[in-house]
């Protein structure tokens, strides 16, 4: 199917990039592209493929996720990259976001998910873990909402811009 979004599952553990694969390749918009099983795979086959959406993990051997979408975002700003990660921490979800992720979620979110995810972001949008707006104890919608705002507030389009406004005006500090 020309129309299909074209996806790449990058994950150093066989049976969770394999599985998510499975997951993809079975809609009937979508076809899984390639696969990685490390950050400079993903980069190669990334370059190659050239994906829709690409599924990435943090933490992996050679080169880590966080390295692997600034190297991918470097060679094209707009690629539309969703991380799947074992982990929650602010400072992970910081670190993507920092890097260009437009999309975040545990690995342990539903395959219904999953996939919404996917046709949100090749959409154009943002992805919003319901892990996220539950901690803050808002809707998804009010999440995005509350993200709109700051982008019109500080002028940007994207996280990335958003994040460097916030630091520039002494918003936000890293350590």
């Known amino acids: 199917m020309s129309s299909a ?38 980069v190669e086959q990334f ?23 600034q190297s991918i975002r470097s060679h094209q700003p707009d690629a539309r990259i969703v991380v799947l990660t074992m982990y929650h921490g602010d400072e992970d979800i910081f670190r993507a976001v920092a890097a260009g992720a437009i999309g975040y979620l545990l690995k342990d979110t539903l395959p219904d998910d999953l996939i919404r995810v996917i046709r949100d972001v090749h959409a154009g949008q943002r992805a919003i873990p319901p892990e996220i707006a539950a901690a803050l ?21 994207d996280r990335t811009a958003a994040l460097a406004e916030a630091l520039r005006r002494g918003i936000i500090h890293i350590p």
Do not use: W
């Open 5 to 42: 979004i074209r996806v790449l599952c990058v994950d150093d553990h066989r049976l969770m990039r394999e599985g998510i694969a499975r997951i993809v390749g079975v809609q009937p918009d979508m076809t899984v592209v390639a696969e990685a099983a490390d950050g400079e795979q993903a």
């Open 47 to 69: 370059l190659r493929y050239r994906p829709d959406v690409t599924l990435m993990d943090l933490e992996m051997p050679t080169m880590n996720g966080v390295q692997a979408i």
């Open 137 to 157: 104890g808002i809707s998804g919608d009010t999440a995005s909402a509350h993200i709109k705002s700051i982008f019109l507030k500080f002028n940007v389009h």
